[in-house]
């Protein structure tokens, strides 16, 4: 089995006005040892995708309008459908992957964990930024 | 960080003991790694490094359960494992063809030692492609026994020892809201889950099944993501 660890935060990229954000995916695999894993020097992690900030349509923040806000979340959602969706039947059934002694292994990769902070975990599963993304407190 | 000196002296223990390995690729390997880890991941870095670790692998026999470089500091006195979990299947194909060529020619595509020490130095150090170029124009080093000339020789050649290439991709779609079609970037995540499981770098650091480990004492052992109950539950 293969755990496959994701990882994304919207992080910004100047800071004069009309700032620009990127939000970076990245993914890894917890088959590597973890020590391994977090050394930056062995790059272990893989860019995934950059996932595409949604323009303004009005001049009112995408907070203030919900229409904006709904389109936003959809957007996220068909992105990581499209993204994720090679995964589904191969999670499944499993696939012949060479692995790094010289073998071939049956492997079934499986969407694992989701390393992000509390505002990118909200974004991700479309609730409120103040419920839990855990738990049921609404 | 303490852990980490005593795991890279163990390392580097492995490789002198090693009587087959070439003790040259070690020393790359190690040049690698640390150039790399005060720099930004660069692609040409990823090339050589790559390249390292196919030669450094070529004389290694690499135990598939071996944990013997898991960072636990008590040792675990037992271990489970769900039989018949993490098997190998069959060699991959083509991998000893590729070793006879590493081995025939360890310095392939670059004409000798000299040639790809200097390569290496010119990716290491982040020399400018002008400025490479530059170099040969100039006629600062003898051009008679290189194998590249040019800065984009130099970087076809890299590009010959990089076998993962394939793997990163950038697939480009579009999507529509009604209003407004943006455009963003991926990669296929299952040739990115191929590339990472397919490194030889990491050979020795690589689990494919889960164990449970037990202390002296009967106490369970957590250490790794494999040794926790999440993997071993959902492993059929």
């Known amino acids: 089995m293969v755990p496959i660890i994701g990882l994304s935060d919207q992080t910004d990229l100047t800071n004069f006005s009309g700032d620009k954000k990127a939000c970076p995916v990245y993914m890894t695999i917890g088959n590597i040892l973890s020590w391994i894993r977090n050394s930056p020097a062995k790059m272990p992690i893989l860019l995934l995708a950059l996932l595409p ?22 957007t996220l959602q068909a992105v990581f459908d499209l993204i994720l969706a090679p995964l589904q039947p191969v999670a499944q059934e499993g696939m012949a992957m060479d692995c790094a002694d010289d073998k071939t292994r049956l492997c079934f990769p499986i969407l694992s964990a989701w390393i992000a902070d509390h505002a990118e975990h909200a974004a991700l599963q479309g609730i409120g930024s103040k419920s839990c993304p855990k738990c049921e407190v609404p | ?8 002296l163990d390392a580097v223990a492995d490789a002198v003991s090693s009587t087959a390995r070439p003790t040259f690729v070690r020393d790359e390997l190690e040049n690698m790694t640390d150039s790399d880890y005060e720099s930004d991941p660069g692609l040409e870095i990823t090339d050589i490094y790559t390249a390292s670790g196919e030669i450094d692998d070529m004389h290694n026999d690499s135990d598939t359960e071996d944990v013997s470089h898991s960072p636990v500091r008590g040792r675990p006195s037992g271990q489970e494992t769900i039989p018949s979990t993490g ?3 069959g060699e991959v194909a083509g991998y000893t063809e590729l070793n006879k060529v590493m081995t025939d020619d360890p310095w392939s595509p ?10 290496s130095w010119f990716v290491r150090s982040k020399v400018a492609k002008s400025e490479i170029d530059a170099y ?12 590249f000339r040019s800065a984009y020789t130099l ?3 890299l590009d010959v020892l990089d076998p993962f290439r394939a793997y990163f991709v950038w697939a480009e779609a579009s999507i529509d809201d009604g209003r407004h079609a943006t455009t963003f970037y991926y990669r296929s995540i299952i040739d990115c889950v191929c590339y990472l499981i397919r490194q030889v770098v990491y050979s020795s650091d690589i689990v494919y099944a889960p164990i449970q480990e037990y ?11 494999h040794t926790a109950d999440w993997w071993w539950d959902i492993q059929v």
């Open chain 2, 215 to 225: 202390h002296l004492s009967g106490e369970r052992l957590y250490s790794e993501m």
């Open chain 2, 87 to 89: 098997t190998p299947q």
């Open chain 1, 53 to 74: 900030v949604p323009p303004k349509f009005t001049g009112e923040s995408a907070c203030a309008n919900e229409a904006q806000r709904q389109t936003n979340v959809d």
């Open chain 2, 136 to 147: 040969f124009a100039q006629g600062l080093g003898s051009t008679d026994s290189r194998s």
């Open chain 2, 1 to 8: 960080m303490h852990l980490d000196i005593i795991l890279s």
């Open chain 2, 110 to 119: 670059f004409s000798s030692e000299d040639d790809f020490n200097l390569a």
């Open chain 2, 155 to 157: 970087r076809q050649h």
